[in-house]
C-alpha cells in the first residue's frame, strides 16, 4: 500500500504520516512496561506494518532494557531489504537489570552515550540507525547539554547515524542543541488531551526546518474506540499506566469526554476514533508524523486510515469545543 509521506526535516528521508511505535513490544517485566507480550506477535505487528505500507519503526533502549531492540532487529532482517522500513530510536536512559522496577536514570555523558550506541547498533542489528534520538534531558543538568549533542554530532559524522534528533526537549534546550548542531528532528507528547508542544516546541521546530514525530496521540489508548474504566481494570499488575493519573480518577473521566466527543467525527468519515485521534495531531502544521503503537496486527487495522486521512474545519472545530468543554489536558485547541 503507498502512504502519504513528508519529509523529515531537512532529512535525505520521507517518511509515511503515521509510524509504529514499539514500546508495548518490549513487553513488560520493568517500571514502565504494558504488561506481557509475546514475541511472535510483536513481529507479526511489525511485518503487518510494513504491509500495510508503514515506512518507520521508532523504539529505544530502554523499552523492555533492550527487548524491544532485539524484537524490532529480527522483524526489520526478516523484511526483504528493498523493503525494509527506517529504524529509529533513542538512548540516555539506563536502567539496572538486576532491579528492573526502579525508575531508570537519565545519564547523557559522552562515554555511556557510546556504550549506548554501540549496544543498539548490537541489537538492531544494523551497521547504521536512521535516526537516533536523547529520550529525556538530564533533570538536574549534571552533563551540559552542550556536550552530550556534541557527542550525537560525531556519531553522525562517523556515519553510525543517518540523523540526530530528541525527545522531550523544551525551547531552551532545543535553543542550545542548535547552535551547535541542527537539531533534525523532535518527539513531543501531543493528543488532542496533551496538546502544550502546539503552542512551544513545534512553532519552534516549524521555524527552525526541524522534523516533528509526535508520541501517544491517542493517549497510550484512551482515545480509541472500545477504551472503557473496565480496561484500566484488566491491565497488567505491571502496566505502567494503572500509575497514571490520566487513566485515574478525575483526569479519566475528562478524558474519555474527549473521546466520546471523537465518535460522531469519527462515524463521518467512516473510520474509528482512534484515526481521527491521530489525524487531529497530523493537523497541525509543522507535524511531520505521528507514532502509534500496536500489539497485534489487528490494533494497526484500527488507526492506519489517519494516514490519509485529512480532517475539515467542522471535524476540527467539534474536536476544539469538546476539548473546551471537558476540561482535560492544555493547550491550543485549534490547528493554525
Known amino acids: 500500500m503507498d502512504l502519504p509521506r513528508r519529509r523529515l526535516g531537512t532529512t535525505d528521508m520521507e517518511i509515511t504520516r503515521v509510524g509504529l511505535g514499539a514500546w508495548a513490544i518490549g513487553g513488560g517485566g520493568w517500571s514502565f512496561g504494558w504488561g506481557p ?35 524490532v532487529g529480527r522483524a526489520v532482517r526478516e523484511i526483504p531489504e ?18 528492573p522496577f526502579e525508575p531508570a536514570r537519565t545519564i547523557l555523558r559522552p562515554d ?33 547539554i ?63 526546518r526541524t522534523g516533528v514525530i509526535v ?9 480509541t474506540d472500545r477504551f472503557s474504566r473496565e480496561r484500566v481494570e484488566a491491565m497488567a499488575e505491571d502496566d505502567w499506566r494503572r500509575r497514571s493519573p490520566a487513566f485515574n480518577e478525575p483526569g479519566l473521566s475528562r478524558n474519555l469526554a474527549v473521546r466520546d466527543a471523537l465518535r460522531p467525527i469519527a462515524e463521518r468519515h467512516g473510520t474509528t476514533v482512534a484515526a481521527v485521534a491521530v489525524a487531529w495531531t497530523l493537523a497541525w502544521y509543522g507535524v511531520t508524523g505521528a507514532i502509534v503503537g500496536a500489539r497485534s496486527p489487528e490494533q494497526i487495522d484500527g488507526w492506519i486510515d489517519a494516514a490519509s486521512l485529512e480532517l475539515d474545519e467542522t471535524g476540527l472545530e467539534a474536536v476544539a469545543v469538546a476539548v473546551e468543554g471537558s476540561d482535560a489536558g492544555s493547550g491550543p485547541t485549534r490547528p493554525t
Open 37 to 71: 507480550q509475546d514475541d511472535a506477535d510483536s513481529i507479526a505487528t511489525i511485518r503487518a506494518a510494513v504491509h500495510r505500507g508503514i515506512d518507520w519503526v521508532d523504539t529505544a533502549a530502554i523499552y523492555g532494557l533492550g527487548h524491544s531492540e532485539e524484537v
Open 82 to 99: 528493498p523493503d525494509r522500513p527506517f529504524v529509529f530510536t533513542k538512548l540516555g536512559q539506563v536502567a539496572d537489570p538486576s532491579r
Open 112 to 144: 555511556s552515550m557510546r556504550r549506548e550506541l554501540e549496544d543498539s547498533l548490537r541489537r538492531l542489528g544494523v551497521e547504521r540507525i536512521d535516526l537516533y534520538q536523547i529520550h529525556w534531558p538530564e533533570s538536574d543538568g549534571t552533563t551540559p
Open 146 to 208: 552542550e556536550d552530550s549533542w556534541t557527542e550525537m554530532a560525531r556519531f553522525l559524522d562517523e556515519g553510525k547515524v543517518r540523523a540526530i534528533g530528541v525527545s522531550n526537549f523544551d525551547v531552551p534546550l532545543l535553543e542550545r542543541c542548535e547552535a551547535i548542531r541542527h537539531v533534525d528532528s523532535l518527539q513531543p507528547p501531543f493528543s488532542a488531551i496533551r496538546r502544550d508542544a502546539a503552542g512551544t516546541v513545534i512553532p519552534w521546530s516549524v521555524e527552525h
Open 215 to 223: 508520541y501517544s496521540p491517542m493517549q497510550s489508548g484512551i482515545l
